[in-house]
T-cell receptor, first 112, second 116 residues
Framework: EDKVVQSPLSLVVHEGDTVTLNCSYE??????LLWYKQEKKAPTFLFML????IEKKSGRLSSILDKKELFSILNITATQTGDSAVYLC????????????FGQGTTLQVKP | NAGVTQTPKFQVLKTGQSMTLQCAQD?????MSWYRQDPGMGLRLIHY???????DQGEVPNGYNVSRSTTEDFPLRLLSAAPSQTSVYFC???????????????FGAGSRLTVL
């Protein structure tokens, strides 16, 4: 059975801290791993990773994929209160159907 | 370009009632899907469609029906609502050409359903 597991499930930090969110997966015929940010509304797309070892960066956020060990991490440096959200990891399997298997999400709270 | 539009945003039903959650997209996306989100369980796929006239089941299809008569619309029907269907529902669509074989979905704003 395909599954995606995120850890930790929740995290509380202070502004300026650096956080690392984890996502491990077991999915048949892996094609891509995606990170989304959700702030009490619809998830918004952050990154898509398809190749192992290639870091994606956007400002203070970065992510990397390890296809051998079947996991990805999302790093946020110099956190701000606006980073408070649920971070969702999703993995796409074989075919181009768009089916995504989501993890449980990590709830990040950044305190001033 | 409104993206993915869901209605209603909120709905309260009694057990046994039926209703339809509407989803429309104006991006000419072939792929559309419905997810439900429950605390601690992430997003779970209910049904999806890869084009007009084609639908398939996801992880949690029981109690839900879908149809895809046009590219733009993908309604989700609850035939006899149960308290276990209390959840937040998200519709999402994808442009397979733009996504180049990957799975970047655009989500609607969500519909919060409570079944008493």
């Amino acid at each position: 059975e395909d599954k995606v597991v995120q850890s930790p499930l929740s995290l509380v930090v202070h502004e300026g801290d650096t956080v690392t969110l984890n996502c491990s997966y077991e999915v048949t015929n892996f094609r891509s791993l995606l990170w989304y940010k959700q702030e009490k509304k619809a998830p918004t797309f952050l990154f898509m990773l398809t190749s192992s070892g290639i870091e994606k960066k956007s400002g203070r956020l970065s992510s990397i994929l390890d296809k051998k060990e079947l996991f990805s991490i999302l790093n946020i440096t110099a956190t701000q209160t606006g980073d408070s959200a649920v971070y969702l990891c999703a993995v796409g399997g074989s075919g181009n159907t768009g089916k995504l298997i989501f993890g449980q999400g990590t709830t990040l709270q950044v305190k001033p | 370009n409104a993206g993915v539009t869901q209605t209603p945003k909120f709905q309260v039903l009694k057990t046994g009632q039926s209703m339809t959650l509407q989803c429309a997209q104006d991006m000419n996306h072939e792929y559309m899907s419905w997810y439900r989100q429950d605390p601690g369980m992430g997003l779970r796929l209910i049904h999806y469609s890869v084009g007009a006239g084609i639908t398939d089941q996801g992880e949690v299809p029981n109690g839900y029906n879908v149809s895809r008569s046009t590219t733009e619309d993908f309604p989700l029907r609850l035939l006899s609502a149960a308290p276990s269907q209390t959840s937040v529902y998200f519709c999402a669509s994808k442009d397979p050409l733009k996504s180049s074989g990957a799975n970047v979905l655009t989500f609607g704003a969500g519909s919060r359903l409570t079944v008493l």
